[in-house]
């Protein structure tokens, strides 16, 4: 799994779903890979009894200290999920108040909202004076460090590739901040919106772009690769 969700957020979906494979949290802050998964192991920037853990992102509690900066500088337009309480963000992203808390627990990307109109250049211009960047997900902006999901999908491959030879790649997204990890795999996907509408942000020589939106759009094209890898 690579997603804009914390670490806490997926750990239950893991083991819903039974994948013990490594995964990447919020929008390639880090790369948590199961202890013993890899031989040799990846060098990793911490441990715990659990994980290697290779870290990419800004801590989130400087992408905090920012986006405070960068509220008094337009008071009352940017509101982030620090500022909210667990049941606004049930409210905003329609999930139980248990599910929220799980994704306030962050550590390397803050999502934010924008109130009225401010052209995304200028929040990008913003963050950047503090080494940081903003990108567009679903839902919400993000603020965060110098990661992207690409960067950690990169480096995922090179460890499947040292272990077992060249991996084939496939990546399915539907936002902005899914074009990093697109530009990198050798099937990128585009999934239609919800509102049946196709990122305009996203552009590649080689996107797949499904017809069907959301969990029917992945579907739709894991179908129609699997045969060609051979699955």
């Not at 405070?68 to 049941?87: A, H, I, N, Q, Y």
């Not at 803050?110 to 503090?130: C, K, R, T």
């Amino acid at each position: 799994m690579c997603t804009s969700k914390t670490r806490a957020e997926i750990e239950p979906l893991r083991i819903r779903l039974k994948n013990s494979h490594p995964f990447i949290s919020e929008n390639g802050g880090a790369i948590f890979v199961p202890k013993g998964y890899f031989s040799p192991e990846p060098q990793a920037d911490r441990e715990d009894d659990h994980y290697l853990t290779v870290e990419f992102g800004t801590p989130y509690r400087q992408l905090r200290e920012v986006l405070r900066r960068m509220e008094s500088v337009l008071p009352g337009k940017l509101r982030g999920f620090g500022d909210w309480t667990p049941g606004e963000v049930a409210g905003l992203c329609n999930l139980s108040l248990a599910d929220a808390k799980l994704a306030m627990k962050r550590e390397y990307d803050e999502p934010f909202v924008v109130e009225g109109e401010i052209p995304f250049d200028a929040l990008q211009e913003m963050a950047s004076h503090a080494q940081l960047q903003v990108t567009r997900g679903g839902r919400f902006c993000h603020l965060m460090g110098n990661n992207d999901k690409g960067k950690a999908v990169q480096l995922i491959r090179d460890m499947y590739q040292n272990q077992s030879g060249p991996p084939r790649t496939v990546a399915l997204g539907d936002s902005l901040n899914d074009l990093p990890m697109l530009e990198v795999v050798d099937y990128p996907v585009l999934v239609k919106k919800h509102d049946g509408s196709h990122d305009p942000a996203v552009k590649l020589d080689n996107l797949i772009i499904t017809r069907s939106s959301g969990p029917s759009g992945w579907c739709e094209a894991l179908l129609k690769l699997l045969p060609s890898l051979g699955v």
